[in-house]
């Protein structure tokens, strides 16, 4: 298991186990794909990249960027917002990864942007989660 791969499962499985974020958008909508276009609502797995923290001899610690995409038709940003928050909220506590070796000690959402669709009725946000996850 790669800590990219553990992070996403881990974040997955807390956000479709989360009242506050389901309650904005169904679990069959929080997914991994590349397909346009996205259920309305939806949260997108998206981009992501794995950094070597440096700090252990061993290399076993790594920060990972992943960022979440959330799709909503509405007409302004605030539904975007509102999920993003119930995003922030459902990752504060301490993720489990579910693996056999490997721990997320840190985990937040270090950034969120909002932007409007080209479509003219889509609102979309970008939430991106800062981890550090350590292989045993």
């Known amino acids: 298991m790669t800590?990219?791969?553990?992070?996403?499962?881990?974040?997955?499985?807390?956000?479709?186990?989360t009242p506050g974020v389901i309650a904005l958008v169904p679990s069959a909508n929080i997914l991994d794909r590349n397909e346009r276009p996205n259920p309305r609502?939806?949260?997108?797995?998206?981009e992501g990249q794995a950094?070597?923290?440096?700090?252990?001899?061993?290399r076993t610690r790594v920060r990972v960027y992943m960022d979440l995409h959330i799709?909503?038709?509405e007409p302004s940003t605030a539904g975007s917002k509102a999920l993003a928050g119930a995003i922030r909220t459902a990752l504060r506590a301490?993720?489990?990864p579910g693996y056999a070796g490997?721990?997320?000690?840190?985990?937040r959402v270090a950034s969120a942007r909002f932007?409007?669709?080209?479509?003219?009725?889509?609102?979309?946000?970008?939430?991106?989660?800062?981890?550090?996850?350590?292989?045993?």
């Open 115 to 136: 932007l409007r669709d080209p479509d003219g009725k889509t609102s979309h946000g970008v939430v991106t989660v800062n981890a550090v996850v350590e292989e045993a």
């Open 71 to 73: 799709w909503i038709e």
């Open 94 to 96: 301490r993720l489990v």
């Open 3 to 17: 800590p990219e791969v553990a992070l996403q499962t881990a974040v997955r499985a807390r956000l479709i186990a």
């Open 51 to 58: 950094v070597d923290e440096g700090d252990t001899i061993a």
């Open 102 to 107: 490997i721990h997320i000690p840190d985990c």
């Open 41 to 46: 609502p939806s949260i997108i797995i998206g």
